[in-house]
């Protein structure tokens, strides 16, 4: 999946293999200093970085090395690899979060956060009072905000 990713993002990188074998290198490396929160964005960022570095010696060294199409991902305005990763790890932990709640009260959230059900919808559909949807929902609520605080995110 890295060398696909340098490949499709840098094109005038001439070993792809390279820069995968020095990414983990330096990150085996950098994990015995301290502890890597996410090894999968960390992998990437890395990658980037050798890229570039990679990039810019071939700028330094003949300017018909670097191609238009190199120039245009390097200074692309999207959200990088590792804001992509991060995203998914936060959704991947509200997940969690909401699989670890008690069946009623995921059933209840799930169904007024996730379909957009009102309160009256819920009762029905689960035959409970609507005041027990409310309740649930805020239990729910409460519940995932501390999940996702005790994984550090606010």
Known sequence: MLRAWLRAKFPSVT???DLVQETFSRVLQARGTAPIASTKAFLFTTARNLALDQVRRQ????IDALTE???HFVFEDV???SEIVGRRQELELLTQAIQSLPER????LTLRKIYGLSQKEIAAQLGISEHTVE???GNGMRRCA????????P
């Open 15 to 17: 070993d792809p293999d």
């Open 59 to 62: 700028k330094i060294i003949g």
């Open 69 to 71: 199409t190199a120039a």
């Open 79 to 81: 959200p990088g690899v």
């Open 105 to 108: 009260c995921r059933q209840v």
């Open 135 to 137: 309740a649930q929902v």
């Open 146 to 153: 501390e999940f996702l605080a005790g994984h550090g995110l």
